[in-house]
Every structure is written in C-alpha cells, then in structure tokens.
C-alpha cells in the first residue's frame, strides 16, 4: 500500500531498504487506496494489514482471510518477492489485534535472496560507472607500468 523506493541491488541481489527508508514509508500510508498493494515493478514495497476479532478465534478467522486475500490480489505477478513478514500482536479492551507488515518487491528480472545490509543497513554510496574503468586507461597503466621498471644498471 506504499512505495518504498525503486529495488536496489547489492552484489547483485535485491538490497533490503534502509531503516530510513522504512521509516519514511510508514509516515505516508496510502490509506486512500482502500488499503490495496502497490504494484510498481522494480520498486520495494510495504504492506500494512491490521486485524482486530472479538476474541482470539475470530481474529485467527479474519486474518486467514485478509492475508490470503492479500495474497491472491499480488502473489500471482510475474516477480512478486516476499522480504519480510513481521506480525505483532496484542489485545485491547478485550478484542484480539494483529498486525502485519509484508515487505515485498516486483522485479521484471527476479533474482534469488536478498541482502540487509550492515551499517544501518545503506547501500555502500553509488560511484560514477567509469571510476573504475577509468583506472585501468591506457595512460593510467602506462604510469602503473613505469613504476615496477627495473632501474638500468651500467
């Protein structure tokens, strides 16, 4: 129900979002979508499903329902990925809650895992693409190649 950001790779799978990018997701829930999943292809996703039963059996009732609601709507496109599936759960003035975030991606080319990221889980910065072809130019090795020369003895 709310777009994280565009998928990310880290060593060519798919980066999990940062702690950040979590946390500005969940400040600006789509609620006008009638709670519907976002769909965007390439991009990182959070859904949010909120259950609430009278008591602790129809609350179980309710959830199969939602979730395998939720689950047919998005499961079935072509790279749909679940990340992550936390649920917490708790009881207020007698009625039973739960609480779902589901953490997924679309990809148009689906790759295998995913990786959380240490140091507060971000992406190493981007580089420019040619930084490291630029390393190895001509003129660069042609410098390299000048050091390891062997001095002219006489």
Known sequence: MTLIAKTR??????????????????????????????EDVDCTHIQRIEISGRDAQEARLIEKETL??????????????VLTHETTTGSHQGAVTAI??????IESRPTKGYVKLTLKSELPPERPADLVSGVFSDQNLDQMSRLFEQPKRD
Request: charged share 30%.
């Open 68 to 81: 395998e609601r939720f689950f047919d709507y998005i499961g079935h496109r072509s790279g749909f990925r």
């Open 100 to 105: 779902h975030e589901i953490v997924y991606v």
């Open 9 to 38: 790779y880290y060593q060519g799978r798919v980066a999990y979002p940062s702690s950040e990018q979590l946390r500005a997701a969940r400040a600006t829930w789509d609620f006008d979508d009638v709670r519907r999943p976002t």
